[in-house]
């Protein structure tokens, strides 16, 4: 597509039930990376796919926190069993090969957990 | 590893007043710099990038940046605000060698009129 798609747009949900957040990158893009912002704050750096290469995962604040990626398709970010914590506005971001030019991000789902 | 700092959250001006937000960085080896502007329940908006090459770089809506090594900084200026320029504006930092970027905690510009 054009740019970055994320569903849903806005997510409210009870404490302790399980969410996904889908994230559909700009077509040919094969770098794929999750952002959170918490209210007031600056980007904190998830997860990051790059092609069939093993992700990293070393920006994931816990085991309730996982993300899949198949190909250079379509991201899911699922977080189980969430907290108040949670509530932020979760970023997906795109970038080719080179990323000279740094990334192209979505709008966001903002998760407001209740 | 590599970090941004963006000393300032909040920075108001005067329209038609020039405009600098402030950024410097620590990075391992040739950084990767860049700017992005976020307005309300918009997701970021790249502005422009210093990869290499002129240390004063222009970008979108008439903003520019000055790479300086020495000082470790990236501010960001633009010769003459408008109160469309408000927003949250975030640094954010890549050296070489990695792929994820390393984003400051923002600043609030606000343009009065």
């Known amino acids: 597509g054009a740019g970055v798609s994320q569903s849903p747009s806005n997510k409210v949900t009870e404490k302790g039930k399980d969410v996904e957040l889908r994230c559909d990158p700009i077509?040919?893009?094969?770098?794929l990376y999750w952002y959170r912002q918490r209210l007031g704050q600056g980007l904190e750096f998830l997860i990051y796919f790059q092609g069939n290469s093993a992700p990293d995962k070393s920006g994931l604040p816990s085991d309730r926190f996982s993300a899949e990626r198949t190909g250079e398709s379509v991201s899911t970010l699922t977080i189980q069993r969430t907290q108040q914590e949670d509530s932020a506005v979760y970023l997906c971001a795109s970038s080719s090969a080179t990323a000279n030019y740094g990334y192209t991000f979505g709008s966001g789902t903002r998760l407001t957990v209740v | 590893a590599q970090s941004v700092a963006q000393p300032e959250d909040q920075v108001n001006v005067a329209e038609g007043n020039p405009l600098t937000v402030k950024c410097t960085y620590s990075?391992?080896?040739?950084?990767?710099l860049f700017w992005y502007v976020q307005y309300p329940n918009r997701g970021l908006q790249f502005l422009l990038k210093?990869?290499?090459?002129?240390?004063l770089v222009k970008g979108s809506y008439g903003f520019e940046a000055e790479f300086n090594k020495s000082q470790t900084s990236f501010h960001l200026k633009k010769p003459s605000a408008l109160v469309s320029d408000s927003a949250l504006y975030f640094c954010a930092v890549r050296p070489g060698s990695a792929r994820q970027l390393t984003f400051g905690s923002g600043t609030q510009l606000t343009v009065l009129p």
């Open positions: 077509s040919g893009h094969t770098a």
């Open positions: 210093y990869i290499t090459g002129d240390n």
């Open positions: 990075v391992s080896g040739n950084p990767y």
